[in-house]
């Protein structure tokens, strides 16, 4: 398939390795750890979708005890996405600092690829507030420590929010319909509520086709997964049948066919009703899924 025809279709990054093979290099980049990932897939065409004010909505400030807002970003690649959402959340223009101390943010950002999180580290504006860490997230022993130690320091044990963005495919694609299914569950058990933006099954289809076609490697779990199909829908199934969450509100669809889907604990957050601005959406949502 051409490249301009997969850029149509959403499979940025396949579309972009065909066009550039060397963007793969070295090892193909096999869980999406491409190096100028944000180079085609730029932060701000998930960011306009998303309402500045979203945490501050989430999360009213209560009372005189000033607990930041704490945030964990999975597969967060070298850190342009991480930064860009810490600076549309505060409402930060270019060169600022955080203005609103009475409200801080605080994210935890891990990706599997240490390179990009040395990169990300060395490039972050806002070192007191993003933290990067290497992490396979998928494992468990490491996962436990390195996020309880962080929870630790501020006397939590889960995050408020958890941001998910274009990573639940590599997961699938390298840990099978098992791999996915425990990674929701690990996000769903760690965060109030969470952010996905998952890639459509066209995105399977051609990472598959691309990695055939190098004859670098091919997904093990490819032609075995049985979760396919309308990958959105799926991981709203997963999410709201088996792992106790609730759909909030779709922001609506990337110009690449992702959504961006907010989902909320059901049963731990008791303390934080859905805001009456985003019920709207839920209803209309409900809806559609
Ligand atoms: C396609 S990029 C998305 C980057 C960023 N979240 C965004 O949307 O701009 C997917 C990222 O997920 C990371 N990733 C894949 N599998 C992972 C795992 N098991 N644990 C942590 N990170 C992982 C990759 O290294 C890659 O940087």
Redesign the pocket.
Known sequence: MAASAELAGGGV?EAQAEVNPRILEPGASP????PH??RF?P?EQ?LCLLPPELLRRLFPPEGPEKRPILGL?????SG??SVALYKHFLSLRDGENCSDASRELRLLC????PV?VERAEKECPFPDALTFIT????NEKTRKILLSSFLSQFGRSVFDIG?C???TM??HL?HGDHGLWEFLAHLSSLCHYLLV?PQPWKCYRAAARRFRKLGLRNFDHFHSLTIRGDMANQIVQILTQDHGMELVCCFGNTSWDRSLLLFRAKYTIEAHPIPESLIEEKERNRLRF
């Open positions: 990054e869980f999406g750890n491409f990932y944000s897939h932060p998930r970003d999975v597969g967060c690649n342009d996405l891990c990706d599997i690829d990009l992490l396979d997230f998928m941001f963005m274009s990573i590599w997961i390298n933006e």
